[in-house]
């Protein structure tokens, strides 16, 4: 039986909500222990992850450890539905302020950052590299963007539970080039 993207994200988005209470901030400090040593995390690095919103697997705490070892951080902003997002710095110490999407951003304040790591949120993904996200096409459209211009590498952050066999791929989806979870890093 073919199951929509729509279908399959409402029964992910179900799943994902008890994840997140019974794994929690240790699945976020586990994502630590399994991506580093896979992240060549020379200076200046920029890594661009994401304010984690309802139950979402929590990045930042690979975020704190990748700055640490030299990276600068970054946060998504929404300019406008349908167009890629745009990214400015941010720093652990910063104020955010909700976007148009409601989404907590970096004020305008902040420097727009054009990364090189992308850690990228999602609803579901496979073992091809495929990912199921909210459904605006916010990170399809970003990562094809900057992959016509230049190599980035997308990280698609996730409960491990949040694996499917397979996944729908429609044209002008993007794949990610690995996916880390509370049990390990799965490189595409």
């Given at each position: 039986m073919i199951v929509s993207k729509d279908e399959l994200r409402k029964r992910l988005r179900s799943q994902r909500k008890?994840?997140?209470?019974?794994?929690?901030?240790?699945?976020?400090?586990?994502?630590?222990?399994?991506?580093?040593?896979?992240?060549?995390?020379?200076?200046?690095?920029?890594?661009?992850?994401?304010?984690?919103i309802g139950s979402e697997m929590d990045p930042r705490p690979l975020m704190?450890?990748?700055?640490?070892?030299?990276?600068?951080?970054?946060?998504?902003?929404?300019?406008?539905?349908?167009?890629?997002?745009?990214?400015?710095?941010f720093d652990f110490d910063d104020a955010l302020a909700p976007g148009i999407m409601g989404t907590p951003e970096p004020t305008t304040s902040k420097p727009l950052l054009d990364p090189d790591l992308l850690l990228v949120p999602l609803l579901g993904f496979d073992r091809m590299g495929l990912r199921l996200g909210q459904g605006g096409g916010f990170y399809d459209r970003t990562l094809e963007a900057i992959r016509a211009k230049r190599k980035i590498t997308a990280?698609?952050?996730?409960?491990?539970?949040?694996?499917v066999a397979s996944l729908p791929f429609l044209a002008h989806d993007q794949k990610l080039d690995a996916i880390v979870t509370e049990q390990g890093y799965i490189q595409i």
């Open positions: 008890y994840l997140q209470p019974v794994l929690g901030g240790r699945a976020g400090l586990k994502l630590v222990d399994h991506a580093v040593s896979h992240i060549d995390c020379k200076q200046g690095l920029i890594v661009a992850g994401y304010w984690p704190l450890a990748l700055h640490d070892k030299g990276a600068c951080l970054a946060l998504p902003v929404v300019k406008a539905v349908g167009e890629p997002l745009a990214f400015r710095a990280i698609g952050i996730a409960f491990a539970a949040q694996e």
